[in-house]
C-alpha cells in the first residue's frame, strides 16, 4: 500500500535541508486547507493554503501535498532557515460552516545552525 | 491596519473572579472566533460569531460567554473563572465568501492564569 507519513510532535532539521511535516486530517468532507506557523508568544499566521480540487500548491520556498485518499496532508519546506522555527499547525474547512477551522495538534519545528 | 487586537495581554485571576477580554479587528471580516490554545496543544474554538449581533457556541464553551454587539469587536466573558481556565486565548477573524479563502487572522494572544 501506499506509504503516508506519520504525524510527528516535534522534528528537528539542519539549517540548509528540507523539511517535511505531516498532519493527517479528520473529516473526508473538508474541502479546504490551511497551513499556519506558529512563533513563540505569537498568534498563528497563514503560510499557504489548498483547496481540495488540488493536490501540490507551491509557494515561495513552501509546498504542500494534499493526499485525499487517505486524508493526509504535507508541508514541505526548502532550504529550512533559523527562522523557521515554530509550532505549524494544519487546519481543514468545508464550505458553509462558517469558515470554522479544525486545528491539528501542531508540530514544532527547530531548526539547527 | 492594526489587524487583530486583543487586550488585556497577561491577566491573573483569583477563582471565582470575571473578566472580559476584548478582540477588535479593523479589517471589515464577518466572522469572528475565540480560541483557547492548552499547552502543546493545538487551538480550540470556544464562540465564533458569523456576523454583527450573532454568536455561537463552539467545540468548548462551557464557563464562557461572548457578544458581537458591533461588528469590529468580540468579546470574552468569564463569569467564575476556575483554574482550568488557565490558557492562552487567541481572537481571529475572517472574510467569508464563495471562492474567498477562509484564512484566519489571529491576534497576539491573551495570557490568563487562574490561581
Known amino acids: 500500500g501506499e506509504s503516508v507519513g506519520l504525524h510527528l510532535p516535534t522534528l528537528s532539521v539542519q539549517e540548509g535541508d528540507n523539511s517535511i511535516i505531516n498532519c493527517a486530517y479528520s473529516?473526508?468532507?473538508?474541502?479546504?486547507f490551511i497551513w499556519y506557523k506558529q512563533e513563540s508568544g505569537k498568534g498563528p499566521q497563514f503560510i499557504i493554503d489548498i483547496r481540495s480540487n488540488m493536490d501540490k500548491r507551491q509557494g515561495q520556498r513552501v509546498t504542500v501535498l494534499l493526499n485525499k485518499t487517505v486524508k493526509h496532508l504535507s508541508l514541505q519546506i526548502a532550504a529550512t532557515q533559523p527562522g523557521d522555527s515554530a509550532v505549524y499547525f494544519c487546519?481543514?474547512?468545508?464550505?458553509?460552516?462558517?469558515?470554522?477551522?479544525?486545528f491539528g495538534d501542531g508540530t514544532t519545528l527547530t531548526v539547527k545552525p | 491596519n492594526a489587524g487583530v487586537t486583543q487586550t488585556p495581554k497577561f491577566r491573573v485571576l483569583k477563582t471565582g473572579q470575571s473578566m472580559t477580554l476584548l478582540c477588535a479587528q479593523d479589517m471589515n471580516h464577518e466572522y469572528m472566533y475565540w480560541y483557547r490554545q492548552d499547552p502543546g496543544m493545538g487551538l480550540r474554538l470556544i464562540h465564533y460569531?458569523?456576523?454583527?449581533?450573532?454568536?455561537a457556541k463552539g467545540e468548548v464553551p462551557d464557563g464562557y460567554n461572548v457578544s458581537r454587539l458591533k461588528k469590529q469587536n468580540f468579546l470574552l466573558g468569564l463569569e467564575s473563572a476556575a483554574p482550568s481556565q488557565t490558557s492562552v486565548y487567541f481572537c481571529?477573524?475572517?472574510?467569508?465568501?464563495?471562492?474567498?479563502?477562509?484564512?484566519?487572522?489571529f491576534g497576539p494572544g491573551t495570557r490568563l492564569t487562574v490561581t
Open positions: 487546519a481543514e474547512n468545508f464550505n458553509t460552516n462558517a469558515g470554522k477551522s479544525t
Open positions: 473529516n473526508s468532507a473538508s474541502d479546504y
Open positions: 460569531s458569523v456576523g454583527e449581533g450573532t454568536t
Open positions: 481571529a477573524s475572517s472574510y467569508p465568501g464563495q471562492g474567498v479563502t477562509y484564512e484566519q487572522y
